[in-house]
Nanobody, 124 residues
Framework: QQKLVESGGGLVQPGGSLRLSCVVS????????IGWFRQAPGKEREWVSC????????NYADFVKGRFTISRDYDKNTAYLQMDSLQPEDTAIYYC?????????????????WGQGTQVTVSS
């Protein structure tokens, strides 16, 4: 059974940084991509970034390009989302997610398993 557990969220001032972690278990995650999504209060869940199983394909939503960096450590079974230059509009619950295959998943319909989410709040 796939399981994804996020951590690293918290309160940060505008312009600050956070690194989210997603520890995966219960499946051979080397064969699967990883995606990050977020949901702000009163808004629909939106895609943030994704990385393919090999790491050869990485994509970002336009609103995080140049600020966020996705990566994965195969030895630690952990995916990361480094978030720099955070702004109040980045405030949301952030979810990591495993798609059905090895691809870079950009839509919720591509997702097999979701983590429980971690809260990120950007405020002065």
């Amino acid at each position: 059974q796939q399981k994804l557990v996020e951590s690293g969220g918290g309160l940060v001032q505008p312009g600050g940084s956070l690194r989210l972690s997603c520890v995966v278990s219960g499946f051979t995650w080397n064969y699967y991509g990883i995606g990050w999504f977020r949901q702000a209060p009163g808004k629909e869940r939106e895609w943030v970034s994704c990385i393919s199983s090999s790491g050869g394909t990485i994509n970002y939503a336009d609103f995080v390009k140049g600020r966020f960096t996705i990566s994965r450590d195969y030895d630690k079974n952990t995916a990361y989302l480094q978030m720099d230059s955070l702004q109040p509009e980045d405030t949301a619950i952030y979810y990591c997610a495993s798609p059905w295959g090895d691809y870079c998943a950009e839509r919720s319909g591509m997702i097999q398993t979701w983590g429980q989410g971690t809260q990120v709040t950007v405020s002065s």
